[in-house]
């Protein structure tokens, strides 16, 4: 069944308590055998520091064994934080990822820090000044550059471009990842793919017009071409799907206080929300019921945004849980794997 937009998936590789972080790796690897074989499209790894709940923490870590461990999803990530690296070293890294699964790496690059000031500042190779956040579309020009071996050849760094790992097999595709303004600025003007986090803005829909205003097209994109990460649970019902969200609603709760926690029950995720009555999580839009249930309202949200693609999100205490959440929406769309496949 050809679906009206691409569904892909994107995991924080989750650690629940009593959980190891070798626990976590495998459930990502095994998640990304079941978005391979229930037909989603990309399967991206997100980039955050110094949690207790989350133990990606390098998805340029984690590409090439999922990318091993699946046979024709894309593998990528979303996304590689740049002011944390040099965009040479990125460059370097995604082309060699790219001889590992030829035409299957997407390299998302994002501003900001995944994580608390400090953290970023401790990430910092040269702590004699803070790294201004206006250099990061000089960052993502130059790392293009590479990549394309299109920097000036007066450029210092232009001979570099020639030495990366050969990308004639396919070179990484580069996306956009953001939730402000200046992301869909910056997408536009690149001529980038441009990847919306709706599960951190849900009021995201005006970056998706500035970004099409903004639209220059370039090697990488012919035109304007949107996708939208959203958070969605499904389970048997809505009232299983609500209870699954408990887990990550007291993680954020905890996050807010400048707490990190691993991922809670929902036992003891109730519990302490009933106990914490004055805690409030940031308002998001949440995609919640049965598969038939999510499917409409994934189809809502691609609307909203005039997305061609979609990408869902979500953290829970149980993987099983997790996983047949993907596997539900994935039977609603009628897509070419099936959950006896995976």
């Not at 461990?69 to 990528?76: F, L, N």
Request: charge should be negative; aromatic fraction near 8%; hydrophobic fraction near 45%.
């Amino acid at each position: 069944m050809a679906l009206p937009f691409r569904l892909s998936v994107l995991d924080q590789s989750p650690v629940a308590e009593e959980m190891t972080a070798a626990e976590a790796v495998r459930n990502t690897l095994d998640l990304a055998r079941t978005a391979d074989a229930l037909g989603y499209d990309r399967y991206w790894m997100a980039e955050h520091h110094a949690s207790a709940g989350i133990v990606g923490v390098a998805p340029e870590v984690l590409i090439g064994p999922v990318a091993l461990a699946t046979k024709r999803i894309r593998v990528g990530s979303g996304g590689i934080m740049l002011p944390h690296f040099s965009p040479f070293k990125i460059a370097e890294t995604f082309r060699l990822l790219g001889a590992i699964a030829p035409g299957r790496i997407d390299l998302g690059l994002g501003r900001a820090p995944g994580s608390d000031q400090r953290t970023a500042y401790a990430l910092q190779r040269d702590r004699s000044r803070r790294i201004p956040s206006d250099d990061f579309p000089n960052h993502v020009a130059e790392l293009l550059g590479y990549l394309s071996d299109s920097l000036p050849e007066d450029h210092v760094f232009a001979p570099l471009a020639r030495t990366l790992p050969d990308g004639t097999l396919g070179s990484p595709d580069p996306w956009m990842l953001g939730s402000s303004p200046d992301s869909a600025r910056w997408a536009g003007e690149l001529g980038l793919p441009y990847c919306i986090a709706d599960f951190i803005n849900s009021n995201g829909v005006p970056l998706a017009d500035i970004y099409r205003r903004s639209f220059q097209p370039s090697r990488w994109a012919a035109e304007p071409h949107v996708m939208v990460a959203s958070w969605a649970i499904a389970a048997t019902d809505r009232e299983e799907a609500e209870s699954l969200t408990l887990s990550s609603m007291m993680m954020f709760a905890h996050l807010i206080r400048g707490q990190t926690i691993a991922v809670p029950s929902v036992e003891k995720a109730r519990a302490w929300l009933a106990d914490n009555p004055q805690t409030s999580p940031r308002d998001r839009r949440m995609l919640l019921g049965d598969g038939r249930a999510v499917r409409g309202q994934i189809e809502e949200v691609a609307a909203l945004y005039g997305a061609q693609e979609v990408m869902l999100v979500n953290i829970m205490h149980e993987h099983d849980k997790r996983r047949r959440s993907y596997e539900l929406v994935a039977e609603a769309f009628g897509m070419v794997g099936t959950a006896a496949a995976a």
